[in-house]
């Protein structure tokens, strides 16, 4: 990948961060589960400081990062209202497909960037930092699988 193509993926993470920003804070608003809302909340943020770091790693490499209000959050927007008619367990499946994408995405970048660093040990953390989200939510959907719907 060269330095063109590491912008471009960049971007690419940018975008869906952007998107799964709008969504848990859509999600967040109207979970009727306290423990959960908030932990959704707490990925949410973690979400934030992803899209920051790719901005600014975008920056460093003299690219433009998307910025918010493209088309990606407006798409992620749109998911998100539309979404919230569903039950906690569909909400948290649904945040769950853009995690496993966020993480496949990651790996895909990392084993195809050659030699930049910087951008490797960011994206690396950013993998992590999915995996133990994708791991909560499994947990959290297995629970909200569990519980009686309300109503
Ligand atoms: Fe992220
Ligand atoms: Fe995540």
């Known amino acids: 990948m060269n330095a063109e193509d590491i912008i471009e993926a960049l971007n690419r993470a940018l975008a869906a961060e952007l998107s799964a920003i709008e969504i848990y804070t859509a999600h967040a608003r109207v979970i009727r589960e306290p423990g959960v809302a908030q932990g959704v909340l707490a990925i949410r943020d973690v979400e934030q400081e992803h899209a920051r770091a790719l901005a600014g790693r975008v920056r ?72 133990r989200h994708a791991r909560w ?15």
């Open 137 to 151: 939510l499994k947990s959290q959907i297995r629970a909200a699988q569990a519980r009686p719907v309300a109503t």
């Open 60 to 131: 460093s490499l003299g690219g433009v990062p998307v910025p918010p209000g493209a088309p990606a959050t407006v798409v992620g927007r749109a998911a998100g209202a539309v979404t919230t008619q569903l039950s906690t367990a569909d909400m948290l499946l649904l945040e769950l497909s853009e995690e496993q994408q966020a993480m496949i995405d990651y790996v895909a970048s990392i084993a195809q960037i050659m030699d930049d660093y910087d951008t490797l040990d960011l994206l690396e953390e950013h993998l992590v930092d999915e995996m």
